[in-house]
C-alpha cells in the first residue's frame, strides 16, 4: 500500500485547499485559517492534527520562520495527479491563441510566436522546441549562384522549415548546371527524411555511374555540400525575466543558479526531449528533475506534430508554486494550435 492509498477523503480535502491558498497568497497556510472555513467545520486542533498528518506523510511541510505549512514538491504532484479541477482556457486566451498560432503565418513564425503568447497570458517563460530534424521530411532543394564560385542553397521541408547554406565550389558551375542539380536531386530524394538525405546523396556518389557522369557528379557533389549543416532543433524561449518578479527568486543565488541553467539549455533540451519521447504532456516538479540547481522550478511541456510524427515541444517554465489548473490547459491548447499548423504546411 502506497501512501496515496492512505489519504482519506478529509485529508485529500485539506491538502488540495492548502495547495490552492498558497499558491493564491504565496504564504503559509495555518489550521485556524482552515478550520474557519465552511466545508471543514473542524476544530483548530484537529486541523492541526490533519495537517501534521500530511507533514508525515511528505505532502507538506513548515518553514522555520512561520507555524502555518507550505506544500513539497510531493504534495504538488498528488495535487496535479489528483486533486487539481481543470479550468476550460477562457475566451480571451483561447482566441489569443488562436490568432497568434495560425495555419497561414507559417510553422516558423507560430513556432516562435508560440512562446511569446503562453509567456503573454501566463506570465510564466514560454519555451518552444522547433521542429525535429529526424522526424522533418525534404521536400525540395534549390540553387542560386552567387558571385565567386559561392552557391547559396535553399532546402524546403514538408512542414515549411526552410534551411540555408552557402558553400563554395572549386569547380566551375553555371546558373544552367544548379537548375539541372536540383531538378535532378529532387527528383533522386523524393520525400525522404531530411536527416537521410545526406547519406543518400553520398550512397549516389559512390555508386559507379556517378563516376562517368560528369552532370550527376556535378549534381551529387553541390547536393552533399548543400546538406552539411547543422541537424539540431532549436530552443526558444521567451519571458525569463519573469521569475525575477516572484517571491521565490528574490534570493540572488537561487535566481543566478536558475538563470545558468536556463543559458546552458541542455538540460532544458533534455527534459523537452523526454516529452517528445512520451508523446504526452509531461509535468517536472521542483527536485523531479535536474533542470536547475535553484530548486522550486516547474516545467510543463506537450509535445505537437503531425498524426505521425512528433515534431517538437511547447511548454512553459514557472515556480512550483503556480496555477497548475489553469496552465495546464494553456499548455495542452498552444500543442493543439501548433500542430493544426504543422498539418496544413
Do not use: W
Amino acid at each position: 500500500m502506497n501512501t496515496v492509498d492512505l489519504l482519506d477523503e478529509r485529508q485529500r480535502d485539506v491538502l488540495r485547499v492548502i495547495v490552492q491558498e498558497y499558491i493564491a497568497s504565496g504564504g503559509p497556510v495555518g489550521s485556524s485559517q482552515l478550520a474557519r472555513r465552511a466545508e471543514f467545520d473542524v476544530s483548530s486542533a484537529t486541523m492541526r492534527n490533519v495537517m501534521a498528518d500530511l507533514e508525515e506523510l511528505g505532502y507538506l511541510e513548515k518553514p522555520h520562520t512561520s507555524a502555518g505549512r507550505v506544500p513539497t514538491d510531493r504534495g504538488y504532484r498528488f495535487y496535479v495527479d489528483t486533486l487539481v479541477r481543470f479550468k476550460e482556457p477562457a475566451p480571451r486566451d483561447r482566441e489569443l491563441i488562436k490568432q497568434n498560432i495560425a495555419p497561414e503565418a507559417g510553422v516558423e513564425e507560430a513556432v516562435q510566436e508560440a512562446g511569446k503568447i503562453l509567456h503573454f497570458i501566463t506570465r510564466h517563460a514560454g519555451v518552444v522546441v522547433s521542429p525535429r530534424p529526424n522526424a522533418t521530411i525534404f521536400e525540395r532543394i534549390e540553387f542560386v549562384r552567387l558571385r565567386e564560385n559561392r552557391v547559396l542553397a535553399v532546402l524546403v521541408a514538408t512542414n515549411g522549415q526552410v534551411l540555408n547554406k552557402v558553400f563554395t565550389v572549386d569547380y566551375p558551375v553555371s546558373s544552367e548546371d544548379l537548375v539541372r542539380a536540383s531538378n535532378y536531386l529532387n527528383e533522386l530524394l523524393g520525400r525522404s527524411p531530411l536527416d537521410e538525405v545526406r547519406a543518400r546523396i553520398q550512397s549516389e556518389l559512390e555508386q559507379e555511374r556517378a563516376a562517368y557522369d560528369a552532370l550527376t557528379r556535378k549534381a551529387l557533389k553541390l547536393g552533399f555540400a548543400a546538406t552539411d549543416m547543422p541537424r539540431q532543433e532549436r530552443l526558444f524561449i521567451e519571458g525569463t525575466g519573469s521569475f525575477l518578479e516572484t517571491p521565490e527568486f528574490a534570493d540572488m543565488e537561487r535566481a543566478r543558479a536558475l538563470f545558468r541553467a536556463l543559458e546552458e539549455k541542455s538540460k532544458l533540451l533534455e527534459l523537452l526531449d523526454r516529452v517528445q519521447r512520451a508523446r504526452d504532456l509531461q509535468i517536472f516538479i521542483g527536485s523531479e528533475s535536474d533542470f536547475s540547481s535553484a530548486g522550486e522550478v516547474t516545467v510543463i511541456a506537450s509535445p505537437y506534430g503531425t498524426d505521425e510524427h512528433v515534431l517538437g515541444a511547447v511548454g512553459i517554465i514557472g515556480p512550483t508554486r503556480m496555477n497548475y489548473q489553469r496552465v495546464i490547459p494553456l499548455v495542452k491548447l498552444t500543442a493543439q494550435a501548433l500542430s493544426n499548423v504543422v498539418k496544413e504546411a
